[in-house]
Every structure is written in structure tokens, then in C-alpha cells.
């Protein structure tokens, strides 16, 4: 059974950074494409970062260019989004989830999510 | 970077069929095969409907199709039952990003 396990969020004040990480289970980690997915409180999903299978190629939403970096660890299993110059709209919870071998705008698994929430 | 474009809300009876739009550009939707939409119940993580425009994953229901047609994806949904009654949302690869819809709330009357 797949499992992604999302912690690491809490409040922070702006300005501030935090490091959320995602610990997955029951499938080959270094073979799949990983994502980060953000939902604000009462709204949609916005897509925040994806990192290919070997951690070469890394792509961002323009809103947190510059200031959120994906990385992975594919010896333990566990994707990771250090944020850093966080602003009141980052406030969401913030889902990792699973993508597929290689691009396909599709996301099969994800975790249960945890809140980010950024305020003074 | 733009999000796709998804009506707010869509409504049907049980037993209906209902469709739900998702509108892109050449850039994301028209440009890739790689559409998919998702379900989120209330507090609940998505879960994936379609992937690859046209394809269900092993467990849901034959009652989910999708197709596309230019920069507009659908999902059709039907014979409504009360369980398909939540928030739906495509989502799209887009080379150097992806998007996601604002999505759209089903209801069954």
C-alpha cells in the first residue's frame, strides 16, 4: 500500500521559513516524479513544485520562485520543501504527492497533508 | 502561468449525467495528452479520477469518463449517485509547470 506521510508545518511568522518533509512507503521512491500541491483554506489546489525520479530536473509555480527549493532523499525515501521568505498567502496545507515514471500531469497518490499557516 | 478554467458549480439528480469543463491553452490542456481530474471530498485528500485524458485508474467507477477536444477537457460523470457529490478539479502538464483548475463544486439534487 502506498503511504505519504506529510510533516512539518506549524505557524511561522512572515518572513520566516520552514521545512516540510514527506516520508513515502510501499513503492520504488527513486523511480517516480514527486510533487507538491497547496490548498489555501476554502479554496482550489495550486500546484507549488515538482522533482523528477533522479533529482536533476526541478520546476517551480512562479508565486514561490526563488523561494521554495524541492529536493529529495532517495535513500530514505523522503521528498522535502524547505520554504524561506514566507508570506500570508503561503497559508495552506500543503499535500506531497506521487507522480508518475516520468511527465504526466497526473498525480496517483497523496499523502494526508499538513498546514502550513503564516502569521504575526 | 495561468490556472485552467473550471465552471464554480454543477448540479444534477441521481441517475443524470453531468460534464464538467476544464479549459486551458495550447501551453497546458491542448498541448499534451497528460489531463487528469480529481475528487476531494470535505477534509479529505484528492483522489485521482482520470489520468491521461481518457484513462481510470483500477477502483473507480466506469461512470467517470473524460475526453478533450482542442484546449477543453470534460469529465462526464453518469449515472449520479449521492457519494459523487463533492469537488472536482482538473489538472494539466504544462512543460516547465502544471496547473490545476479553480474547480468545481458538484452537487446531486
Known amino acids: 500500500e502506498v503511504q505519504l506521510v506529510e510533516s512539518g508545518g506549524g505557524v511561522v511568522q512572515p518572513g520566516g521559513s520552514l521545512r516540510l518533509s514527506c516520508a513515502a512507503s510501499?513503492?520504488?521512491?527513486?523511480?517516480?516524479?514527486l510533487h507538491w500541491v497547496r490548498q489555501a483554506p476554502g479554496k482550489g489546489l495550486v500546484w507549488v513544485s515538482r522533482m523528477n525520479s533522479d533529482g536533476r530536473s526541478t520546476s517551480y509555480a512562479d508565486s514561490v520562485k526563488g523561494r521554495f527549493t524541492i529536493s529529495r532523499d532517495n535513500a530514505k525515501n523522503t521528498l522535502y520543501l524547505q520554504m524561506n521568505g514566507l508570506k500570508g498567502e503561503d497559508t495552506a496545507v500543503y499535500y506531497c504527492a506521487r507522480g508518475g515514471y516520468d511527465a504526466s500531469g497526473s498525480y496517483g497518490d497523496w499523502g494526508q497533508g499538513t498546514l502550513v499557516t503564516v502569521s504575526s | 502561468q495561468s490556472a485552467l478554467t473550471q465552471p464554480p458549480s454543477a448540479s444534477g439528480s441521481p441517475g443524470q449525467s453531468v460534464t464538467i469543463s476544464c479549459t486551458g491553452t495550447?501551453?497546458?490542456?491542448?498541448?499534451?495528452?497528460?489531463v487528469s481530474w480529481y475528487q476531494q471530498h470535505p477534509g479529505k485528500a484528492p483522489k485521482l479520477m482520470i489520468y491521461?485524458?481518457?484513462k481510470r485508474p483500477s477502483g473507480v467507477p466506469d461512470r467517470f469518463s473524460g475526453s478533450k477536444s482542442g484546449n477543453t477537457a470534460s469529465l462526464t460523470v453518469s449515472g449520479l449517485q449521492a457519494e459523487d457529490e463533492a469537488d472536482y478539479y482538473c489538472?494539466?502538464?504544462?512543460?516547465?509547470?502544471?496547473?490545476f483548475g479553480g474547480g468545481t463544486k458538484l452537487t446531486v439534487l
Open positions: 495550447s501551453s497546458d490542456v491542448g498541448g499534451y495528452n497528460y
Open positions: 489538472a494539466s502538464y504544462a512543460g516547465s509547470a502544471e496547473a
Open positions: 510501499g513503492f520504488i521512491f527513486s523511480r517516480y516524479w
Open positions: 491521461e485524458v481518457i
